[in-house]
């Protein structure tokens, strides 16, 4: 089966193959996005997209001789290139690599957003001002600003009344500003 190729095709195969850098650069110019869009589909990750895509054309360049219009138009050769290249990446031990320390990352440094910009207690005195706090008033705070429970998860998990919960939170805050006045 013989393809049809383009005029732009005709003009720059000859070229390509006699190492003419100018038809390179319009090579690349014609063909980097349709290569990156092949590319990024299959990694998944925009940074190796863009090493693999420079790599795919030093291999274009390097096997440009290679590329026989016979066979299929120059477009569908780069996209044959650019998704071996890709495949084989993500089958890479780099690849695998990467992938485990990224998800270890992400469980190791995950931090509660509510926890993120946390004073430290013992620098307010705060924990000791706990303390003082009447029994069931004390226990909520607790679980609340030292624990991270809501006042709902409090009341699901330690079977306190939500009504309860919040009368004990807005008297701890109460008994607290008197220990600042």
Not at 66 to 82: C, E, H, M, S
Not at 134 to 150: A, D, H, S
């Amino acid at each position: 089966m013989v393809y049809e190729k383009t005029d732009r095709e005709t003009e720059l195969i000859p070229k390509l193959k006699s190492g003419d850098e100018v038809a390179f650069a319009t090579l690349y110019d014609s063909y980097a996005a349709l290569i990156f869009g092949t590319i990024v589909r299959i990694v998944g990750d925009r940074k190796e997209a863009e090493n693999l895509l420079q790599d795919c054309f030093i291999k274009i360049w390097q096997n440009i001789g290679n590329y026989d219009p016979a066979k299929g138009r120059l477009a569908t050769w780069f996209i044959n290139i650019a998704r071996n290249m890709a495949i084989d990446f993500t089958r890479s031990k780099y690849f695998s690599q990467q992938r485990k320390n990224q998800s270890l990352e992400n469980l190791v440094l995950a931090e509660p957003e509510h926890m993120a910009s946390r004073f430290p207690d013992e620098t307010l005195g705060l924990r000791q001002l706990v303390k003082k706090l009447t029994p069931g008033c004390k226990e909520v705070i607790e679980w609340m600003y030292f624990e991270g429970f809501t006042q709902q998860e409090i009341a699901d998990n330690f079977g306190i009344p939500l009504g309860t919960v919040k009368s004990r939170t807005r008297l701890a805050m109460k008994e607290l500003r008197s220990f600042y006045n």
